[in-house]
């Protein structure tokens, strides 16, 4: 089995040597870079995995450096570890295509059960495939199996309910998801979620595997039953 290989970009040394030390004494391989520019060369030169990336850094910031690693592969986990803590900053790499952003100074223990759970929904869209429970979910046909029978949705509700279970209990925003599934430049209002939500709800009331609940305020999440 191939032991996967993690990029640490961060400009302090002491702590990229124990985020590397702790990551792979967790069984993966790592490689360390001191800034964006030192990282994206080392990316086009070897195969990485995943990425952890501090934000403030000099020569090229985590903010440039993302914005460049989603421009070319949008499909590599990103995790932020950073000391820039306000919701602004979270937004931002958010915004960019970071999967999940820690706060220094960061609980080692968490960080590799973050980088464990981003590499098992990597591997999801890897295969292209989901299976909670019972139910099987089949990016490429757009299908859902369970026991043997087999739903097909319109696109747009299979990907919306894709992107959900893909990352369980996590709580999506519907502007979040109508960048996702629609498009930023989509003339769709984010309504248009309610109401493809509520047909996922019908299409799925008696699956005892998986409920979308509404978290009030906030958007929707899907939760494991």
Same mark, same amino acid.
């Given at each position: +089995? ?5 990029? &640490? ?17 967790? *069984? ?15 990316? !086009?030169? %070897? ?5 952890? @990336? ?5 020569? +090229? ?13 949008p499909?590599?986990?990103?995790? &932020?570890?950073t000391a820039?803590?306000?919701?602004? /900053?979270? /937004?931002?790499?958010?915004?960019? *295509?970071?999967?999940?952003? +820690? ?10 059960? $973050? ?17 909670? *429970? !019972? @139910? ?6 757009? @299908?859902? %199996? ?10 747009? %509700? ?14 999506? @925003?519907?502007?979040?998801? +109508?960048? %996702?599934?629609?498009? $930023?430049?989509?003339?769709? &209002?984010?309504?248009t ?5 509520? $047909?996922?709800?019908?299409?799925? !009331?008696?699956?005892?595997?998986? !409920? &979308?609940?509404?978290?009030? *305020? ?8």
């Amino acid at each position: +089995m191939r032991i996967l290989k993690l990029l &640490i970009v961060e400009d302090d040394p002491k702590l990229c040597q124990l985020y590397s030390i702790v990551l792979n004494k967790a *069984g993966y391989e790592t490689v360390c870079a001191d800034n964006g520019q030192m990282a994206w060369d080392i990316l !086009e030169k %070897e195969h990485i995995d995943l990425i952890l @990336t501090d934000l403030m850094m000099p020569v +090229m910031d985590g903010y440039e450096f993302i914005r460049s690693v989603r421009q070319s592969n949008p499909l590599i986990p990103v995790l &932020i570890i950073t000391a820039k803590d306000d919701f602004q /900053s979270k /937004s931002r790499g958010f915004g960019l *295509g970071s999967d999940d952003y +820690m706060t220094k100074p960061v609980d080692v223990n968490e960080m590799v059960l $973050r980088v464990r759970a981003l590499l098992r929904r990597a591997h999801i869209l890897e295969e292209r495939q989901i299976q909670v *429970g !019972e @139910t099987v979910l089949n990016y490429d046909a757009m @299908t859902i %199996e369970r026991k043997g029978e087999c739903r097909l949705l319109p696109q747009k %509700e299979f990907f919306l309910l894709y992107k959900l279970l893909s990352y369980p209990n996590k709580i999506f @925003t519907r502007n979040q998801l +109508m960048d %996702e599934i629609w498009g $930023r430049d989509s003339t769709s &209002i984010p309504q248009t979620v309610d109401v493809h939500i509520n $047909r996922l709800r019908r299409h799925f !009331e008696g699956n005892p595997d998986f !409920e &979308i609940v509404t978290v009030r *305020g906030l958007g929707y999440k899907a939760v494991m039953r």
